[in-house]
């Protein structure tokens, strides 16, 4: 997965080349994405529609999203329960992360 943000472009694929172009002249650091399969980050990519993504994508966008937010939540609660909760669904996410999709 790349860390340089996502431009997302609704083009024709002789467009996106041109916009490419333009944007490294512009020094812009950013990944161009004209079609899903153009993604660094798919199947997990979240521009891509949920129908789109095989179940163990959908499993690991869902650990994230809970993950996400007892993160968010975590001053709110103050809970050692969900703080472990949370470092065990990390964990989980860890393990299924470095397993092939």
């Not at 860390?3 to 990944?31: F, H, M, N, S, Y």
């Given at each position: 997965?790349t860390d340089?943000?996502k431009v997302?472009v609704a083009a ?11 944007l490294?002249q ?12 153009d ?7 979240r521009?891509?529609?949920p129908?789109?993504l095989?179940d163990?994508s959908?499993?690991l966008?869902?650990?994230?999203d ?9 001053h709110a609660?103050?809970?050692r ?8 669904l ?5 393990s299924?992360?470095?397993q092939?999709?």
């Amino acid at each position: 997965m790349t860390d340089a943000p996502k431009v997302v472009v609704a083009a024709a694929a002789e467009q996106c080349d041109l916009i490419t172009r333009a944007l490294e002249q512009a020094g812009v650091d950013c990944e161009l994405i004209c079609e899903p399969r153009d993604c660094s980050d798919a199947p997990l990519c979240r521009w891509l529609a949920p129908e789109q993504l095989n179940d163990p994508s959908r499993v690991l966008l869902a650990l994230e999203d809970a993950i996400a937010t007892l993160e968010q939540t975590r001053h709110a609660f103050r809970s050692r329960q969900l703080a472990a909760l949370r470092y065990r669904l990390n964990a989980l996410l860890q393990s299924l992360s470095d397993q092939p999709l």
